[in-house]
């Protein structure tokens, strides 16, 4: 078998950019004739594994130890699956899922890892990854001299796998919890609780900048914008310092990379730890009070003008 992905689910589902990631591994696969698998991970998975299963084959490796993601846990699992099955690439979408786990499994692994890949070529048998470097200032070509391979992608990046006509092999795994590393404890999980699409897989991304000084005010123009577009939420880190919106709306260098049909920049000034992270939007229409703010440089459509002003009428017109 030649790749493993890592399916990242929310308990009843595969998510999008783990579908982007399976994409990807069925076009590499289709340069090399191998298989390609993929392993869900969690407790009580019944309704992921039917899920996924309409996509591949799917490994399950379902028990209550793993009902939290602990990277001890998951990338030994992780590992573990990847040798048995003779995995010699294993691929999963650029999440902070991903990021805690992959590195640890690559290292137990003993291969060589690319993350947040946006591209690759096949060049006389060799796999040649694409990564943005420096605020994405830079791409570097690189290539994994040793085996197996790691790989985290930008789900933007890759085209989604799309469900077969019929459901493929299910394969359960044994997890025995008293094998298991136990070095790290789950405590709790804060996040807010929206009806919002995810920020990493919507097709419209709502943000908005240092304009915004409460949690109400927040709500009531990018919140309202948001909602009104059926979008996403983001923000810049000065928001999340503040307190004003949760880390994991944090659009950036720092925080989450998006890449949806449209961005709109809220009283978002553009700076470069910005801008890395939201820059290959497909569309992006900014509003800033700043006629020489950086993001007009990178917008299709720039409105000069207050926020506080501006998005009611936006608001008003899209309701109608």
């Known amino acids: 078998m030649g790749f493993l992905v890592i399916a990242e689910h929310d308990g009843m589902q595969v998510r999008a950019g783990s579908r982007s990631a399976l994409g990807m591994a069925f076009e590499l696969a289709a340069h090399s004739s191998e298989a390609v698998e993929w392993l869900v991970l969690g407790s009580r998975l019944e309704a992921v594994a039917t899920d996924a299963a309409r996509y591949g084959t799917t490994i399950i490796a379902d028990d209550p130890c793993l009902e939290h993601p602990t990277a001890d846990r ?9 040798e048995t099955r003779g995995a010699r690439t294993v691929i999963a979408a650029a999440t902070t899922f991903a990021k805690d ?24 048998d060799e796999l040649l990854l694409s ?6 200032a830079a791409v570097a070509t690189v290539a994994l001299a040793s085996g197996p391979r790691v790989i985290t992608v930008r789900a933007s990046a890759f085209r ?11 394969v359960a795994w044994p997890v025995t919890a008293a094998s298991l590393p136990n070095q790290i404890e789950f405590v709790s999980l804060e996040s807010r609780t929206t009806s919002r699409p995810d920020l990493t897989e919507a097709r419209v991304v709502v943000s908005g900048g240092r304009p915004f000084r409460t949690v109400e005010e927040f709500e009531e123009y990018v919140g309202g914008l948001a909602d009104a577009l059926n979008a996403a939420a983001g923000c810049t880190r000065a928001l999340v ?4 919106a949760p880390n994991e709306w944090q659009v950036g260098q720092t925080g989450k990379i998006v890449a949806p049909e449209l961005y709109v920049a809220l009283g978002v000034s553009g700076a470069i730890q910005h801008l890395a992270g939201m820059k290959n939007s497909r569309l992006v229409v900014a509003v800033n009070q700043d006629p020489e703010a950086p993001i007009f440089s990178i917008a299709n459509y720039g409105l000069v003008g207050d926020v506080r002003q501006i998005v009611p009428e936006l608001i008003r017109e899209l309701r109608q």
């Open 74 to 82: 998951y990338a030994r699992v992780i590992a573990e699956v990847a």
């Open 101 to 124: 786990i992959l590195p640890r499994a690559a290292v137990l692994l003993g291969g060589a890892m690319a993350g947040d890949v946006i591209s690759y070529s096949v060049v006389n």
């Open 131 to 136: 990564r943005p470097m420096y605020a994405g």
């Open 160 to 170: 989604p796998a799309e469900p077969r006509s019929s459901s493929h092999e299910r």
């Open 241 to 244: 310092d503040a307190g004003i």
